[in-house]
């Protein structure tokens, strides 16, 4: 009989959130069809019982109309289990499997080998010490059941700068958080929780607050749809626009010609919106590229005054000016002071960073950074025919 497949998940030892550990394991570790399939099994009629037959039930009716062969071609070669390469396994997640009574595993390990040749099974345990624990709650004739393999999660910080990086320091997408809303979100996730299904939560919410609660929400749109929709502003939304202090504000600063007419003038006021909002669609593209750049460069810096994480020079970016800062004066400072080698590598890596679809103002930075290096180069050979 073919032994049942596990693996083993060490990743909790480093991680103190179980909750967001096991979200990620669902996600690495097997497909959408197996997920739907433990799914079921879990939100099923609970008034039934879900023994290991119920399973065998389900994943009869679940396949079989893609089950064509007979029951002596579904045998393996060692005598039992079926073609996991056609059949979608059912994946049972052990999480925190040291709170489990030993004599409770064994049994049920034992019993469900007895349905391998039937249905396909894959273990994963969550193991918060070490992996000696499976040995330690396992006998030898128990876990020789069992094929089992060893895998490290990636931490939830990883996921979260992830999240962070494809959906908010995108200029792909037009919603951004504020300081406070983004810190706040960040202190939750680092001191609380260390959760990313939380984090992406509170993003959900406060996009539903912001689109819910704003009457010219809509404005937070692409490029492309930006210009029809503030010609379809009604005077009332224009009015709204105008109280706004950050637009209070720009009129402040122009011209007092200008001012009477952008007060007073809707579609004076609405040509401005459009031009103020391109600017910021403009401002978002080249700020990203440049700030992946500004990292690379501080976040090796001793005591990393800007942050060592590229979320914590984000963060210090929305908060204020960032290079009107004394931690930004304090960097370049350093970065001064930085060997030829040091310098030339941190290029090295600005210049891998920047891509092809950089916008049109910022098309020669991979060019100059290149100019940049053989500057340094030729220095190089220069020293050499001196010495």
């Known amino acids: 009989m073919s032994s049942l497949h596990t693996v083993i998940d060490a990743s909790c030892i480093e991680r103190s959130d179980k909750s967001s550990y096991s979200d990620v394991s669902c996600k690495e570790h097997y497909d959408k069809s197996s997920y739907s399939d433990v799914s079921c099994i879990e939100h099923s009629d609970k008034s039934s019982y879900s023994d290991v037959s119920y399973m065998e039930h389900f994943d009869k009716s679940s396949y079989s109309d893609t089950n064509k062969s007979s029951p002596k071609k579904r045998k393996s070669l060692g005598g039992g289990s079926k073609d996991l390469g056609q059949y979608p396994p059912i994946v049972i997640l052990f999480e925190d499997l040291e709170s489990f009574l030993p004599h409770v595993l064994q049994d049920y390990i034992s019993i469900c080998r007895n349905y391998i040749g039937e249905i396909p099974l894959v273990f994963v345990f969550g193991i918060a010490t070490s992996v000696s624990a499976v040995h330690r709650l396992l006998p030898n004739a128990v876990s020789s059941m069992l094929c089992m393999e060893k895998f490290q999660a990636p931490p939830s910080t990883e996921y979260l700068n992830m999240v962070i990086n494809q959906i908010l320091m995108t200029s792909q997408y037009p919603f951004k958080l504020g300081s406070k809303v983004f810190q706040l979100l960040l202190d939750i996730f680092l001191y ?31 490029m492309e749809e930006l210009e029809d929709r503030v010609t379809s502003l009604k005077p009332k939304e224009v009015e709204q626009v105008r109280r706004l202090m950050s637009f209070r504000g720009f009129v402040e600063g ?46 090796k810096i001793p005591k990393h005054p800007l942050g060592k994480q590229l979320r914590e020079v ?24 930085t060997s030829k080698d040091e310098l030339m590598d941190l290029l090295q890596q600005c210049r891998s960073s920047l891509t092809e679809d950089l916008p049109p103002d910022l098309s020669t930075l991979p060019s100059d950074l290149d100019a940049l290096l053989d500057r340094f180069l030729k220095i190089d050979g220069q020293i050499h025919r001196q010495t």
């Open 254 to 299: 122009c011209p007092p010609s200008k001012q009477e007419n952008m007060l007073l003038n809707d579609k004076v006021t609405k040509s401005e919106f459009v031009v103020l909002l391109r600017r910021i669609h403009n401002y978002h593209s080249h700020l990203y590229p440049v700030l992946k750049c500004l990292h690379i460069m501080v976040s």
């Open 314 to 337: 984000y963060s210090r970016l929305l908060k204020s000016f960032i290079c009107d800062t004394e931690d930004y004066k304090e960097c370049v400072e350093l970065l001064r002071m």
């Open 192 to 222: 609380h929780d260390f959760s990313v299904l939380n984090f992406i939560k509170g993003l959900q919410f406060a996009m539903m607050d912001h689109f819910f609660t704003n009457p010219v929400s809509h404005l937070c749109c692409s």
